[in-house]
């Protein structure tokens, strides 16, 4: 019986789907060994500024002198590139190269079809192909950062990237709103549960109706890494394909406070 114990060679082996999966990551982790830190931004609750923080944290990065990617995991409801005010596309040859604009490496699903207003109807299969074709078939080549934009849920995205990759993990994001963190506080159970690390809660759209925020970071036992106001601004600028946070000084100051707490950890 201990002799058993001590022989791997007597353990069950594996189905060799599984071992395909665990060849998978390893492969990734090699191939993706010039990017230091994965960053998901993430909530299970939608529109709650998952998209702007992703874009105005990496332009907050890359101001500080890192090398940043941006990566829309958003695979069937695209605007990453509407935000930042791309209309590239990519051409059908591999490897799938991101498109570079500001100093920024940037890839969607958005860059792969031609009618953006088109409905992308995937099932879960398609979506997590399409996540795995963004590190598999692209050349990221060396990054400090890449951040990556999630959907909201809690199923085919995040799921797809946390069996691909060694994230660093998970930076939340809520609004004020106690239903916004109750779907948040979701979002941290599930990385929990598939032990991916929290780095922290933002609250966005911050203007005093609630304590989001907070209540996420003292449920989930995580760093509460500050808090973005709420400013109409926001829309205007972003719907023109501006940067907030390089438009404006306040703004600027709020996400400032964050990355430097990020590159800090
Ligand atoms: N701090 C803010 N103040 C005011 N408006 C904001 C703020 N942050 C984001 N917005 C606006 O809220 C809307 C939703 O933001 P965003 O698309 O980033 O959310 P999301 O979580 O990515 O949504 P989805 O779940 O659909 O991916 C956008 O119109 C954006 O301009
Ligand atoms: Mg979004």
């Known amino acids: 019986m201990e002799d058993e114990k001590r022989n791997p060679d007597s353990l069950p082996k594996p189905h060799p789907s599984i071992l395909k999966v665990i060849e998978q990551k390893k492969r990734l982790r090699e191939k993706l060994s010039g990017i230091k830190h994965k960053i ?157 690390s929290i780095l922290g809660v933002i609250e966005n759209m911050s203007d005093g109706s609630g304590t989001g925020g907070r209540e996420v970071a003292e449920k989930l036992q995580c760093d509460f890494l500050g808090s973005i106001s709420s400013d109409p601004k926001f829309g205007r600028l972003s719907d023109s394909g501006k940067i907030p946070a390089q438009e404006d000084k306040e703004i600027k100051n709020e996400y400032s406070e964050i990355a430097k707490k990020i590159v800090g950890r």
């Open 40 to 196: 998901g931004i993430y909530s299970a609750k939608g529109g709650v500024g998952k998209t702007t923080t992703s874009v105005n944290l990496a332009y907050l990065l890359k101001e500080m002198g890192y090398k940043v990617g941006l990566l829309d995991a958003d695979v069937d409801c695209p605007n990453l590139t509407l935000f930042l005010g791309i209309n590239d596309t990519l051409s059908g040859e591999y490897p799938l190269m991101p498109v570079e604009k500001d100093g920024i490496k940037i890839l969607s699903t958005a860059m792969l079809v031609d009618d953006l207003k088109a409905p992308i109807i995937w099932r879960g299969p398609m979506i997590g192909k399409m996540i795995s074709e963004f590190f598999e078939n692209t050349e990221w080549g060396t990054l400090d950062y890449l951040i990556i934009d999630l959907p909201p849920g809690t199923s085919d995205a995040p799921l797809s990237l946390i069996q691909l990759l060694d994230l660093d993990g998970f930076i939340l994001v809520t609004t004020p709103q106690h239903i916004s963190a109750v779907n948040t506080i979701r979002s941290g159970g599930m990385a929990r549960r598939l032990n991916v």
